[in-house]
Each structure stands twice: as structure tokens, then as C-alpha cells.
């Protein structure tokens, strides 16, 4: 079998293990960043596993004077176990525990933002567990409002967006009592926007995107007496959010944000100011953007989401018909 550059990679760290002429501390040093390599940007699943067994080799050498060393292991490990695609919870229960147990470590030995990023990380697969029951919402917000102390939005921006997102989709996700969707839902919408008060088009493209997006995915559902103004916010964020997500570059969020606006559109009146007319040019534009939507998903295999679209592009025939008669 022709090795890998994964397989390369695992070698020549493990050779390095052998050296006589390292210390102990800098063998496991090697072995982190051989394992870092190994998760930046991997191409297969397989890097990702690698990365986990040089982990777990330097956490084998590390000794009770190495405690950040052992710390950086631990975490670095979390976030190889969390990225390797799985349909069960016993890696993502795994990373739990890595994180767990580097972050008395890190909170003794460590800056802020390192203790802050672990607690970011572990929030993730908080979230993540939560489809397993293995997990509450609570605990996933909990964890990601401490890392929001270190990462505001004035020093890490970045950082302080993907939190709010992350802390915004998680309320969504909360399952609470009718009478407080509302206020859930008000909640989510607030951290959409503080999140946008940090980030630009211009610096954060890809970020700013996401969040706009998600706002307005936000606006269009919200339980309010302002529906219509609400749905002009919500297609005014999601063309902030076209203006980063093109065809050429990220065909499926683009996909994604279009099937989204068209959803918009699909409820809005042509004059906000006679809605009692209907949305024939509305609904025509709906069709075309879900049509776009369906091939873009279809040419990238993403059935389920192509299915979808097709039973909105289903109900806009019969609206359209019914308006025709």
C-alpha cells in the first residue's frame, strides 16, 4: 500500500519518539504539533484518528512535571475526537471527557483565552450530546457563556461571533413552554445582533454571512404582532448574507440562503400596504429562487434538502393556481 501523507506524518513522529537526543518534553511537544498538523484542514477521517493516536502517545510520556503539556493533549485531542464524522455518541462523549479533564489543568496553568477556547470547544460537543440525551441545552450555553467573559466582542471578534451563534442556536433549541417562545426566540434574536455589532463584511466575511443568515432565519419564525416588517428585516439580512454566499464559491449555503429567502417571500405580500391583494409576483420570484435552490442541491447530492424544495415549488403551484382562478 502507498503511504499516505497521514500515514508519513504518524511515522515520522513516532520515529522522532525514538531520538535519544530529545528530552521527554520535547518529544511530547513534537508530538502535539505533529497532531495539530495533522487536524489543520484534514482530507480524510483518517488524519483525524492519526491525530488521536499521537495524542494519546504524548499523554503516555507525559509525566506529573508536564501538566500543560498534558493539558494540551487532552484538548487537542477533544477536538480531533469531535471532528471525526460519527453517528454515535461515544466520540463526542470522549471528547467530553478530554475537555473535562484539561480544564483544571489549563484554568491552574494556562492564559484566559486557552482556558476560554476549551470551554468554547467543550460547549460544541455539550450541544452535540444533546441529541444522545447525554446533555442539556443549559449545559452547552453555560459553557459557552464562560468563554464569552474572555472573548468579547471589542478583543476577539471572530471568537465572540461564533459564540453568539452558537449561544442564539442553542436558545432556539431549548425546549420550554409555549408562553415562553417569545421570549426565546427575543433572546436568540438578541445575540444575532450583538454578534453583528463586532463583525464586518469586510474583515469577517464568512462569519458575518453565517450570522445574518441565521438572523434572519430568526426574524422569519419570530412569534410577534409585526410578521410583515419582521419578513422585510429577515430578506434584508439574507441579502447581506448573498452578498459573501456565491454560487462560484460556497454553492450549498448559497443554496441554502436563496431556499431560505424564497420561504420569505412565500409569505409576503406584493403591497405590504394592501396584503389583502395576495403575492402573485412574490410567489413568482419564490419559484424562481427554489428552482435555483433544487438543481444546486440535486448537482451536490443533498437529496433530503432538494426534496424539500420541491414540496415548497409543489404548494407554489397551487397557490399560483388558486390566485389564476
Known sequence: MTPTISDANVKAALTAIESETATLAEKVEMLIEMAAGLQNKPKT???LEDAVLLYRRGLELCTPEMPMLQARCLSG????LRTIPSEGANLL???KTSYEKALPILQEHASPEEVAETQMNLGVVLQGLVNFHEATMQDAIQ???KAAKVFTGENYPQEFAILQNNIAIAYLSLPLSPDKEKM??????QSFEAALKWVTLIDHPSEYAMLQNNLANALQYLNTSHPIENNLKALAAYDEALKVRTLQDTPIEYANTIANKANVLFNLP???EQPEVGNPNNLKQSQAYYQEAKQIFSDYGQWERA???TEMLEDIEKELSALSQ
Open 45 to 47: 477521517s483518517q488524519q
Open 77 to 80: 485531542m477533544g477536538t480531533a
Open 93 to 95: 462523549l470522549e471528547a
Open 143 to 145: 459553557a459557552y457563556q
Open 184 to 189: 426565546r426566540q427575543g433572546m436568540a434574536v
Open 270 to 272: 406584493d403591497n405590504i
Open 307 to 309: 426534496n424539500l424544495v
